[in-house]
């Protein structure tokens, strides 16, 4: 709600004082009281759009850019179940691991992007219009050996065909997951756009965020997530 209030000069202690926020627990120079403030930090990990979250508060008047302030100023703790998850001898367990970026805010309010897991200017393979027919002979024939898991092979073949030292240096330093690839178990993964997916499906939408609102938002939304999935396997 809106409301006036009285504010008095103490002469002795040469202050103000605001016998208001006193009796509701409202920070000095504050204008949220506490508990709408935790009310607004506990939508930051469901998927709450601003306006949802105006909507569901419309009676307290409270506006985007404080919504905002408070998500991006919000300490929001990492919380892990308390009971690990047990998995079965017979199970398995399936984890996709790659990189993803998110355009964020920096704090000259320039849009710039944060990368997880380090992994950057990963080199990939460019499908042209116009192919030349002895690079795409040499291209199905490197490509058979690496679905084949030809490991010496492939490494000997791309030598021999004079790719740069970049992308030779790739192959070459996942020796391991070449040799897997023919491996029964080896399902294969698309882990680069599930991960993306996943970092997409857990915010509100936004094309651009501010990078603490962004942690916070994740960090809330695995906490939500840990404790839901916990709450299901009890």
């Known amino acids: ?62 506006s985007k850019v404080t919504i905002s302030k408070i998500h991006k100023n919000a300490k929001v703790q990492e919380k892990l179940p ?32 944060r990368f997880w897991n380090s992994i950057k200017n990963k080199l990939k393979i460019k499908r042209k219009n116009k192919v030349n027919p002895e690079n795409l002979k040499n291209f199905l024939k490197a490509w058979k050996y690496f679905c084949n898991g030809q490991y010496d092979e ?17 192959f070459v330093n996942n020796k391991e997951g070449i040799i897997n690839q023919p491996a029964i178990w080896n399902i294969g993964c698309s882990a680069e756009s599930d991960i993306q997916h996943l970092v997409k499906s857990q915010t509100k939408g936004a094309k651009i965020y501010a990078y603490p ?12 997530l840990n404790s839901k999935n916990y709450i299901n396997s009890a």
């Open 213 to 224: 609102t962004l942690i916070n938002m994740l960090m809330a939304t695995a906490n939500y």
């Open 1 to 62: 709600m809106i409301f006036n209030q009285r504010v008095y000069w103490d002469k002795l202690k040469k202050k103000y004082y605001y016998p208001v926020y006193e009796e509701f627990n409202i920070e000095k120079r504050a204008k949220i009281i506490s508990w709408l403030k935790e009310e607004i930090i506990s939508y930051i990990g469901r998927k709450k759009h601003y306006q949802d979250i105006q909507d569901i508060l419309k009676f307290t008047y409270v």
């Open 154 to 170: 492939l490494i000997a073949f791309l030598i021999e065909t004079k790719v740069n030292k970049d992308t030779l240096k790739i």
């Open 82 to 113: 308390e009971q690990k998850f047990k998995v079965k001898n017979s199970e398995f367990i399936y984890i996709n691991a790659d990189d993803c970026y998110f355009p964020v805010w920096n704090k000259n309010q320039h849009p710039e992007f």
